[in-house]
């Protein structure tokens, strides 16, 4: 499975991916730390750390959504990444209650993230001010 990785170096600050970019991969934090933020660069809202060992950018795979987030280094990092085309292959296999289980948790997360959207007033609610 290692011969489907690249390997990229980043460095603090480098943009690994952006908010909008389409789902083709998904990442692995080989050595340093990656943070995963939405919104502003200047005012970033923080939503997690990646680290050694850690796996990002998985969910647009899952749902062929746009990235919900953008991932940058925080720190000299090496990222490997794996294309969607690699991933989905593996998941042909699985079972599809197991399909159906990561899609809701998927459809959630999104789901949450638009709602917070609205509260923090970046984006309109869908169905006017009372949403």
Do not use: C
């Not at 460095?11 to 908010?19: K, L, Q, S, V, Y």
């Not at 990561?102 to 459809?107: A, G, P, R, W």
């Amino acid at each position: 499975m290692s011969a489907a990785f690249q390997r990229r170096t980043v460095e603090p600050g480098d943009i690994i991916f952006r908010e909008g970019d389409p789902g083709d991969s998904l990442y692995v934090v080989e050595s340093g730390r990656v943070v995963v933020w939405r919104g502003d660069p200047a005012h970033p809202t923080r939503i997690g750390t990646v680290e050694k060992g850690g796996v990002f950018g998985e969910m647009a795979i899952f749902d062929r959504k746009p990235r919900m987030a953008n991932a940058s280094a925080e720190e000299r990092s090496t990222v490997m990444r794996m294309p969607a085309s690699v991933l989905r292959e593996s998941l042909y296999g699985a079972d599809p209650l197991l399909h159906q289980l990561v899609q809701i948790l998927i459809d959630n997360i999104r789901h949450m993230a638009r709602r917070l959207d609205e509260l923090e007033g970046r984006i309109a609610p869908p169905d006017g001010p009372m949403g």
